[in-house]
């Protein structure tokens, strides 16, 4: 069985958010008035922040903290942080203010800020991998860049959405939700910065992008680094090292990765067997497949088949 698709069709972004069971998270506001600091823990998820009006800023572990305007949007993936009207007040917990309500109003006088929130979740086991090689920390896009305009209009329709009682609102601000983050995104791995992005900038770069959209395009394929390297015009040693550099792994250890999340998924969602699997994804026998399974999650596949009845 082959996994072969064009390149045009190949989206390793969306075969990522698919992968790792992202769902929508629920859109909030804040309107801040006077003095105000608020702490969120990091969690599993890729959360962003657009401020629509005034100003704050945010402070992150070991960074000093930085400022924002309106127009300004940050993404965070499994990263705490604060936001507030001056960084040397002492925060409050954010996240107990929002536990049962998605727009929270503080203070009465002062300079007002008002910001939106949203972003996407993910299967609590999956958070590991998107910690350590999908996505950075933390990700900018300010006002002045060039597609902040872009980004704009539909932070707007967000905004209106969510400021509204309409009919099918609700489904409504989680779609613009949802495309505000993907235009963040493709904005942010357009920045010059990109090629220190994690793996989303990688696919940015001209050739590493190229390697792993190949990686994608046939997960069967008995791929070496050799063949890669040959494939993107690259020497073996040059590839290794950028891709290394950027992945923050090495080319077949996150081919094998990649694999196995795959496998995984399937065997959780899919009535299929381990020997299919193991053809799929290019191994020649079920054995060589049940250890690169073993080497990745530290158990046979066949406990998360035995989930949904698969032999």
Same mark, same amino acid.
């Given at each position: 069985?082959? =996994?072969?698709?064009?390149?045009?069709?190949? *989206?390793? &972004?969306?075969?990522?958010?698919?992968? !790792?069971? #992202?769902? @929508?998270?629920?859109?909030?506001?804040?309107?801040?008035?006077?003095?105000?600091?608020?702490?969120?823990?990091?969690?599993?998820?890729?959360?962003?922040?657009?401020?629509?009006?005034?100003?704050?800023?945010?402070?992150?572990?070991?960074?000093?903290?930085?400022?924002?305007?309106?127009?300004?949007?940050?993404?965070?993936?499994?990263?705490?942080?604060?936001?507030?009207?001056?960084?040397?007040?002492?925060?409050?917990?954010?996240?107990?203010?929002?536990?049962?309500?998605?727009?929270?109003?503080?203070?009465?006088?002062?300079?007002?800020?008002?910001?939106?929130?949203?972003?996407?979740?993910?299967? =609590?086991?999956?958070?590991?991998?998107?910690? *350590?090689? &999908?996505?950075?920390?933390?990700?900018? !896009?300010? #006002?002045? @860049?060039?597609?902040?305009?872009?980004?704009?209009?539909?932070?707007?329709?967000?905004?209106?959405?969510?400021?509204?009682?309409?009919?099918?609102?609700?489904?409504?601000?989680?779609?613009?939700?949802?495309?505000?983050?993907?235009?963040?995104?493709?904005?942010?791995?357009?920045?010059?910065?990109?090629?220190?992005?994690?793996?989303?900038?990688?696919?940015?770069?001209?050739?590493?992008?190229?390697?792993?959209?190949?990686?994608?395009?046939?997960?069967?394929?008995?791929?070496?680094?050799?063949?890669?390297?040959?494939?993107?015009?690259?020497?073996?040693?040059?590839?290794?090292?950028?891709?290394?550099?950027?992945?923050?792994?090495?080319?077949?250890?996150? &081919?094998?990765?990649?694999?196995?999340? !795959?496998?995984?998924?399937?065997?959780?969602?899919?009535?299929?067997?381990?020997?299919?699997?193991?053809?799929?994804?290019?191994?020649?026998?079920?054995?060589?497949?049940?250890?690169?399974?073993?080497?990745?999650?530290?158990?046979?596949?066949?406990?998360?088949?035995?989930?949904?009845?698969?032999?």
């Amino acid at each position: 069985m082959t =996994s072969s698709r064009s390149s045009k069709d190949c *989206d390793p &972004l969306s075969d990522a958010l698919l992968v !790792l069971g #992202a769902s @929508s998270m629920r859109r909030t506001k804040l309107v801040a008035r006077g003095e105000w600091a608020l702490s969120f823990p990091g969690l599993a998820r890729l959360k962003f922040v657009a401020v629509l009006d005034g100003r704050c800023w945010i402070t992150l572990p070991d960074v000093p903290p930085q400022p924002l305007r309106a127009g300004d949007t940050f993404v965070l993936s499994n990263r705490a942080y604060v936001v507030a009207s001056d960084p040397a007040i002492t925060p409050t917990d954010g996240a107990a203010l929002f536990k049962n309500t998605d727009e929270v109003l503080l203070g009465r006088e002062g300079g007002e800020t008002v910001a939106v929130g949203g972003g996407l979740e993910f299967e =609590s086991d999956a958070a590991r991998f998107l910690a *350590d090689t &999908l996505f950075p920390p933390f990700m900018f !896009l300010p #006002a002045r @860049s060039p597609m902040a305009g872009v980004v704009a209009t539909t932070l707007a329709l967000l905004d209106d959405e969510m400021s509204q009682a309409r009919l099918g609102g609700s489904l409504m601000t989680a779609r613009l939700a949802d495309i505000l983050l993907m235009q963040v995104l493709r904005a942010c791995i357009s920045e010059p910065e990109a090629a220190h992005a994690a793996w989303i900038g990688a696919l940015a770069d001209a050739q590493i992008g190229h390697a792993l959209r190949l990686m994608h395009q046939d997960l069967a394929r008995p791929w070496t680094v050799e063949a890669l390297a040959s494939a993107v015009g690259m020497s073996r040693s040059a590839l290794a090292s950028r891709f290394r550099h950027l992945v923050g792994k090495p080319p077949l250890n996150y &081919l094998r990765h990649w694999r196995m999340l !795959l496998a995984r998924n399937a065997l959780r969602h899919e009535q299929t067997s381990v020997g299919s699997l193991a053809a799929r994804f290019g191994y020649e026998s079920e054995s060589a497949f049940t250890h690169a399974y073993k080497r990745t999650f530290g158990h046979s596949p066949r406990r998360d088949a035995r989930q949904v009845g698969a032999l």
